[in-house]
C-alpha cells in the first residue's frame, strides 16, 4: 500500500475512534445509554470498545511523540499516578459511584485506570528488568 494511502487511512481510523468517544460520552452525559439490564451487554461492549480503542490510540500516540522526551514522559506518568489514587479515594469517599446515571462514566474511567496502571507497571518492568 502506498504511503499516501496509509496515512489517510490511520487518519480515518483515529478519527473513528475519537468520534466513537466522543459519541459514546456524549450519550452517556445526557443518559441516552439505557442501563436495563437487557442493554448492559450492548453497552458493556460498545464501552469496552471505546475504552480500548482510545487507549491504543494514546498509548500509540505516547510511543510515538512523548516517550523519548523525558519531561514529556515523567508529565505523563504524572497524571496516570495522581489519577490512580484519585479515582479509588473518590470512590472510597462516595464521591463517584455505580448508580445508573453515573455507572457507564464509573466503568470508562475505571477502565483507564486500569489501563494506565498497566501501562505504569509495563514502562517499569521495560526499563528496569527487561533489559540484561
Not at 77 to 105: E, R, W
Request: a positive charge; proline letters at 3%.
Amino acid at each position: 500500500m502506498e504511503l499516501q494511502k496509509k496515512k489517510t487511512l490511520k487518519l480515518f481510523l483515529s478519527f473513528l475512534v475519537v468520534a466513537n468517544t466522543l459519541i459514546f460520552l456524549v450519550m452517556a452525559y445526557f443518559h441516552l445509554l439505557s442501563t436495563d439490564p437487557k442493554s448492559a451487554v450492548f453497552i458493556d461492549f460498545w464501552g469496552r470498545f471505546t475504552v480500548y480503542s482510545l487507549w491504543f490510540i494514546g498509548f500509540a500516540l505516547y510511543v510515538k511523540y512523548i516517550s523519548k522526551t523525558p519531561v514529556l514522559r515523567l508529565l505523563v506518568l504524572l497524571v496516570i499516578a495522581i489519577n490512580i489514587p484519585l479515582f479509588l479515594l473518590l470512590a472510597y469517599y462516595d464521591k463517584i459511584s455505580n448508580t445508573p446515571d453515573m455507572i457507564v462514566f464509573v466503568d470508562f474511567w475505571g477502565r483507564i485506570t486500569v489501563y494506565s496502571l498497566w501501562f505504569m507497571c509495563y514502562e517499569a518492568y521495560r526499563k528496569y528488568l527487561g533489559r540484561e
